[in-house]
């Protein structure tokens, strides 16, 4: 009996409706728990993330962003302003890697 490895076995398996579907929703709880963390002094910045989950080469890929024009200060502090990190701490808080572009 020979048995032959399919090397994109595993690009395969995470690019299912399941595992595309399990993606979004895991991108999905990270906007939430952000959105709970973030400052609420006008909510525009809690009401400005956007998700998205695309398929890739190496499989699905959530992407978590926000397009309150404070989000950058918001997310990493200013020169009188210290970080106030709400995606990375939501990310950390459900055992997730943040990647940076």
Known sequence: MRFDLNPGALVELLSEREAVAYWED????????ARAGSPQRTGKFSRSFTTDVSVGATGPVGTLGNTDPGAVP???GSVNNPPFAPMRRAARSLGLRMESD
């Not at 895991?26 to 728990?33: H, I, M, P, V, W």
């Open 26 to 33: 895991a991108t999905q709880a990270l906007a939430d728990e």
């Open 74 to 76: 918001i997310e990493f």
